[in-house]
């Protein structure tokens, strides 16, 4: 399986994406935000986590405006997967792939520490490894976190089984303790949480490289 990690002016969790996607046996490349194409045969891009570009006027409001943008948004249009960790979440609702909005905390106060996840959904190839219902432990380190969607949003999101995770304890105030939504094709995910970040033992826990595993899995079988 074949991944690109995008890198922004600003990211600072790219590499720890990039060890943990090898470590699940992907061969990754990393692509410059500048570029405009990505290399042949990628399977998944990866957005991480950071801070692009500052944060500058608004959370992923400039990266999702980059030229590598148009080609991840190609990418996702033609049935590729994306995964969005935290600023790559907040990237991928500023391109309109993933609905929603991320904003301020409700506390109005960074928070990085490690909390309890619900896996809403196991259907899903980023999430297949889990058990529905499972708690899994995940790191965070947010400001922007708050995800929002009006009524509508939230009943399509629930009613199409789409919400990927979901906060034990809402340390944000995100609505519906949401912590992770899927496109409407299931193959686009972003969260808030960092699963690169639980991806060996030797960094805490190890939760997340299960997600890593369900992918290279995925292609594998395929």
């Known amino acids: 399986m074949k991944a690109a990690v995008i890198v922004f002016p600003g990211s600072n969790c790219d590499r720890d994406l990039a060890v943990a996607l090898r470590?699940?046996?992907?061969?990754?490349?990393?692509?410059?935000?500048?570029?405009?194409?990505?290399?042949?045969?990628?399977?998944?891009?990866?957005?991480?986590g950071g801070f692009s570009f500052g944060d500058y006027l608004r959370c992923g409001a400039i990266a999702a405006?980059?030229?590598?943008?148009?080609?991840?948004?190609?990418?996702?249009?033609?049935?590729?997967?994306?995964?969005?960790?935290?600023?790559?979440?907040?990237?991928?609702?500023?391109?309109?792939?993933?609905?929603?909005?991320?904003?301020?905390?409700?506390?109005?106060?960074?928070?990085?520490?490690?909390?309890?996840?619900?896996v809403a959904t196991a259907n899903s190839t980023f999430t297949s490894s889990y058990?529905?219902?499972?708690t899994v432990q995940f790191p965070i380190a947010h400001h922007d976190g708050n995800y929002i969607a009006d009524a509508d949003l939230l009943a399509r999101l629930q009613g199409e089984d789409r919400v990927a995770f979901r906060y034990v304890d809402n340390p944000n105030?995100?609505?519906?303790?949401?912590?992770?939504?899927?496109?409407?094709?299931?193959r686009v995910l972003g969260l808030m949480p960092h699963p690169e970040r639980a991806a060996d033992p030797v960094l805490g826990g190890a939760d997340g490289a299960a997600m890593f595993r369900a992918l290279v899995g995925a292609f594998s079988d395929a």
């Not at 470590?23 to 290399?39: C, I, R």
């Not at 948004?73 to 500023?94: D, P, R, S």
């Not at 105030?173 to 299931?186: E, H, M, P, Q, Y």
Request: aromatic share 4%; with cysteine.
């Open 173 to 186: 105030g995100s609505c519906g303790d949401i912590a992770g939504v899927l496109s409407d094709n299931r």
């Open 65 to 118: 405006r980059s030229p590598i943008a148009g080609a991840v948004v190609a990418h996702a249009g033609a049935g590729g997967y994306v995964l969005g960790i935290c600023n790559g979440f907040q990237v991928l609702t500023e391109t309109g792939l993933l609905p929603g909005a991320l904003i301020r905390n409700a506390g109005l106060r960074f928070v990085c520490r490690t909390v309890a996840l619900e």
């Open 23 to 48: 470590g699940a046996g992907m061969d990754v490349t990393m692509v410059w935000h500048k570029d405009t194409v990505l290399p042949r045969g990628i399977d998944l891009v990866g957005v991480p």
């Open 131 to 134: 058990l529905a219902s499972q």
